[in-house]
């Protein structure tokens, strides 16, 4: 059974979508739950640029502050994509396939469908990235004594990665073009070390600063 949360990510209840989250639907799943996951990492950063600018404004705090904003939006509703995709799947599989024809039809659009499926998770992966990097930043300029909040926030925001890019590996494993197969194969090994060097600099600039 797949059922989508009739609401959109910023007007649901927490207890409604983690009730949906636990059903035997299998939407909203892993993916959405990634997306939401960043996207409280994202907050924790805010919130530490927050506590900073409490202190005094800062333009490079308030311009990190509103980058984070602008990702967790982003994260959420590529979240909501992510339970929509699946549908799109659902459909493709559902197609007949009597004739040569119809089979032909039906594997091309269950290639779309899981290209599709690949790409929202990997957009997520690529603003993971990028809010990394962000939360590196609020922790070299932002206020000592909320270090662990950066910490933590970067750790949720790693995990959101980590999901998604076992999403993506996934989906690659049903493809049957090798193109496609080759540019998500590329992009999550690229990103698996990427996401390696983003956290080291990370846990380097925190040690930096709590010395």
Known sequence: MTT??????????????????????VAPG?????????????S????VCNLTLDKGDEAEI????????????NLLDLAQQDEQVFSRYRKATALPRSTEDEKATRRSAIEDA???????????????????????????????????DVSTGAYLVQA???????NVDANIELMKAPKNIDHFSAASASARDDLTQAMS??????????Q
């Open 44 to 47: 924790l950063g805010q919130m």
């Open 114 to 148: 899981l290209v599709v499926a690949a790409d929202v998770p990997l957009r997520m992966v690529g603003i993971g990235l990028e809010a990394i990097e962000i939360l590196r930043r609020v922790g070299a300029t932002g206020s000592k004594y909320a270090l662990g």
């Open 30 to 42: 892993g993916g959405s739950a990634a997306g939401l996951t960043g996207a409280l990492g994202c």
């Open 4 to 25: 989508i949360l009739e609401t959109d990510f910023p007007d649901r209840r927490l207890d409604a979508y983690l009730e949906a989250l636990a059903s035997s639907s």
């Open 201 to 210: 600099d990370l846990d380097t600039t925190l040690a930096s600063r709590s």
């Open 160 to 166: 959101m990665t980590n999901g998604c890019l076992v």
């Open 62 to 73: 308030r311009a990190l502050h509103d980058t984070l904003g602008q990702m967790k939006a």
